[in-house]
């Protein structure tokens, strides 16, 4: 992948995962809550170099 | 009935679940069934006639809007929800996820309703991992590479989907074949991987295919491989000039092969998608397998299939290889290689393996065997060291003193030892990772109602953990019986 791509997602990442804690603390989860995990996920296999099997992966 | 399978994985891991699906069709027969793939392995769902509607993850588009360095994460975030209510209001009455993994677990959560009824990974009101059902748990602590697990992915998917394979569950798509122009009779060899850590290098192929044409000259070889294998199937070529070899490498669609391997002699290659249709096909196979891979869970299902293992690709024997696609062609068989003989587990093998009594503990715990006797003193040790956490916990969770809010930084604790021992001995580690898997699928509730069922949780551990007790009295090793 692209270093600056790799790059910008990673950042963009990292705002998402400030926006769930937010969403959390608000209590249940939220549809906007889960479309936020989503697109985190979806990240996350990009910057890993896409693992989309992923039996051995904690899941936290 | 609508029912959504997720199956979000690679080419090879969608034709795995193709008999799964097609009993699944096979009894629903009245059901609409939606299959969820990534776009990139679209193609291994071509000819699947048991799904009404394939559809694909829009990866691509969704994550568009991140990929630049202006702040579009609210456009990102609305083409996601945008996609996620498509898929709600399909209102599925099941959903089942094959794919074992976290945006799989999240789509679930998200799409299907609460009155769905769901398989496989999704989560909790509070985000944690559900864990549905008893397969996906046992998937969850057990599956995956150098773990001792030996049930096949085939057979979890159709166990997690709740149906009885038959033969009419396998069986090559309903596709036009095209015509290559084969010559009536020639073996097919798959020149990559599905990793660079499993290809055979081309040069070890070349030795091989050189070493089969001592013993069958007049068999022509046909190379497969997607446009990026050219070069190996090139290489392959240079290095051999006297064996007729058909270079199809980068000229075949995906669902092509299945005409090119259904009409072969056999198939060889590494841990790849051409493999898995050769199961479909019933195509004889000889599977290289190299590096990380457990052959238990991802290896060759057609009936006659056998598996050589190799720690590096660096280890190939050429000779062994050639020797045996040569045995295969004129005995039928294969002697000295793990054989595929159907059932669970799937394989024989004549080694005896370091993982066997891994196995045996595992079919204890989930299947009602008997529970092994322990013939390693570490495991005895390692059971020991269990036994005394085991107890420092249950002592703790069972003294109303304790408030519950104190317990949380104990039990992580007690895991982070527990997974520690278990580092030590990964025999043990069935053990651990089952109770931690256990731990894991406790609902949210009240405090009291959560801390119950992490006493019964580590109550049954316990009672595991008893068999392997070593005694003043214990003779012949330890651990035998069920709980």
Known sequence: MDKQLENHLSE????????????????DLSREGEAV????ELIQEQVQNEDPRSSARPVG | MKILVLQLARLGDIYMSWPALRALRRTHPGAEIHLLV??????????????????????????EPLSGAADRDAEALGRVSF???????????RVINLSFSPLSSWIVKSVAAETAEVSGYTRHTDGYLKIADHVSSFFYAQVGVNRPNRVHLTDLFATMINV????????????????????????VLHVGASESGKRVAPFQWARALRRFHEDVPDCPVVLIGGPGEKALANEIRANVNTVSLIDLTGETAVEDLFGVIAKSLFLIGADSAPMHMAALTGTPTLNVSCGDVNFWETGPKAPAAWIRRFKTAAD???????????ELVLRGRVSGWIQHLGGVPAYRTEEKNRDDFAWNLIQAL?????????????????????????????????????????????????DEVLTAIADLCPESGVLVRWVQTEKTRIPPGSPEAVRQAMTDLHARFGQVLNLYELTETAEEGSGHGKV
């Open chain 2, 83 to 93: 996609y996620l209510e498509t898929l709600r209001r399909e209102n599925y009455d």
């Open chain 1, 37 to 40: 995990k989503v697109l985190a």
């Open chain 2, 316 to 326: 190939f024997s050429s000779e062994q290889v050639g020797g045996a696609m040569a």
């Open chain 2, 38 to 63: 990534r776009p990139r392995f679209e193609a291994a769902t071509r000819g699947l006639n048991a799904v009404d509607q394939v559809r694909e993850l829009p990866t691509a588009e969704l994550l």
């Open chain 2, 366 to 414: 989930y299947l009602g065997a008997d529970f092994p006797v322990a013939e390693e003193m570490i495991f005895i040790q390692a059971v020991e060291k269990l036994t005394e956490m085991n107890a420092v916990v249950l002592e703790q969770l069972r003294n109303p003193q304790v408030k519950v809010a104190a317990l949380a930084p104990l039990l992580d604790r007690a």
């Open chain 2, 164 to 187: 009885d394979l038959n033969e009419n569950d396998w069986g090559p798509p309903d596709l036009p074949v095209k015509d290559f122009g084969l010559p009536d009779r020639y073996a």
């Open chain 1, 12 to 27: 963009a990442l990292k705002r998402l995962e400030t926006a769930y804690r937010e969403i959390l603390k608000s209590g």
